[in-house]
């Protein structure tokens, strides 16, 4: 995940409506310097990263609820925050295509990171799976971002 980058010397200039959302954004940075120093111990190695995923997760969809749901942003302010690193503009694309309004990550959808060269086991429709079957992605710990659920 990149860096938040913060304004630089020049006092670079806010867009309108950055006073509005600066403290749920502010909350999140808080969120995500706790989920980096959180202990391990106990943890399996790929579950070690969840909670900052998580915390990706929700920063981008906030950004992308304000913006395209809500539309209680304006354009200007919504690629200042792309551009500063506060959403990651990927996933925020993938969202607007029909069958990934629930992606839980970019990971799920590389048929490269998986072991049978298929998406993720997230993306398959609950109906699908066996009965009583609980699901976890390795990525990211999600249980289910399939559309359909």
């Known amino acids: 995940m990149p860096k938040i980058k913060m304004l630089s010397k020049r006092k670079q200039k806010c867009p309108e409506g950055w006073d509005d959302i600066e403290p749920t954004l502010k909350e999140f940075e808080q969120e995500m310097r706790e989920a980096e120093n959180e202990s391990t111990e106990g943890m399996r190695k790929v579950e070690s990263t969840w909670s900052i ?4 997760h929700q920063r981008s969809k906030y950004l992308f609820d304000l913006y395209y749901k809500r539309e209680a942003i304006s354009r200007k302010l919504y690629r200042y925050c792309l551009k500063n690193g506060y959403g990651d503009a990927n996933l925020i694309a993938k969202w607007k295509a029909q069958g990934f309004e629930k992606l839980c990550c970019l990971q799920c959808i590389q048929p490269l990171d998986s072991n049978y060269g298929t998406t993720c086991i997230c993306r398959v429709p609950k109906n699908n799976l066996e009965e009583g079957r609980t ?15």
Do not use: I, P, Q
């Open 53 to 56: 995923m998580r915390v990706h």
């Open 135 to 149: 699901v976890e992605c390795v990525h990211c710990g999600c249980r289910g971002c399939a559309s359909s659920d």
